[in-house]
Each structure stands twice: as C-alpha cells, then as structure tokens.
C-alpha cells in the first residue's frame, strides 16, 4: 500500500501516532527535540506528550498541569483536505479551566507540522513524522 493512502486511512480511522522531532516556540529558540516526544490518537482519545517553552498566562493552581500535554477524550476531531498532498487535523480537548487545539498538517509523505494553541499558553509549533498504528 502507498504512504499517501496509509496516511489518508490512518487520519479516516483515527488510530496514529507523531512523534516530535522539532520545536519552534514564539518568544524562544527552536530546538532539536530527542526524548520521545508525541502525540498519539486511538478512536477517540488522545495521548499527547509534549513539552512546553513559552509564555503561560495562567496556571492552574493545585495541579500538576505537564503544560500541553494531555491524555483522555477529544471534545472535537476534524479532517479537512487543505491540498493535493495535505492534510489538516483540528483537535480540541478540554483540560481543567483550559481548550487546547491541535492543529496537525500531515502530508501524503507522513510528515507533519503540529500547531498547539492554548487559551493560557502562547501557541507552540512541532515537526514530526507520523508512524501508523496497527
């Protein structure tokens, strides 16, 4: 089977994985990122275990909040053809007092491009590279 269908019925069954091989935050350096970094979607929940460099503009207080990191339910999930050879995946979930989307380009090639916004947090970029669940 191609890559670029692998791909498609990877985003159309929800069942991937990402991992994090680059970070570019607003107000700081891009970095190489080594640990294993990832976001994973199976059905229709989400594991997300990124790390966060930034501005914060609200804590949660009490909590040990992992940043945008995140693992339960999606309160959204929405695949949109945006060209040929790309795809564009909003995800929305809902933590404590907070919405995170996640937005991931992936392209037919498996490559990715992650956009985190946060309502407390100032927005952070990744790039990746998907590998598909069996």
Not at 50 to 71: H, M, N, Q, W
Not at 78 to 94: A, M, P, T, Y
Not at 104 to 123: H, M, Q, Y
């Amino acid at each position: 089977m191609k890559i670029a269908q692998m791909v498609d019925d990877s985003l159309a069954n929800r069942s991937f994985k990402i991992d994090m091989n680059y970070m570019i935050p607003n107000s700081m350096p891009s970095r190489n990122l080594e640990y294993g970094y990832y976001i994973r979607v199976n059905n229709d929940s989400i594991d997300a275990y990124i790390p966060f460099f930034g501005v914060a503009y609200r804590a949660e207080y009490g909590t040990d909040d992992g940043g945008l990191s995140y693992k339960g339910p999606m309160a959204s999930y929405q695949v949109s053809q945006v060209r040929k050879d790309l795809r564009q995946v909003n995800i929305i979930v809902k933590k404590h007092f907070d919405e995170i989307l996640y937005q991931i380009d992936v392209f037919t090639n498996g490559r990715a491009s992650i956009f985190v916004r946060s309502l407390n947090r100032e927005g952070i970029q990744y790039n990746g590279e998907m590998t598909i669940n069996n």
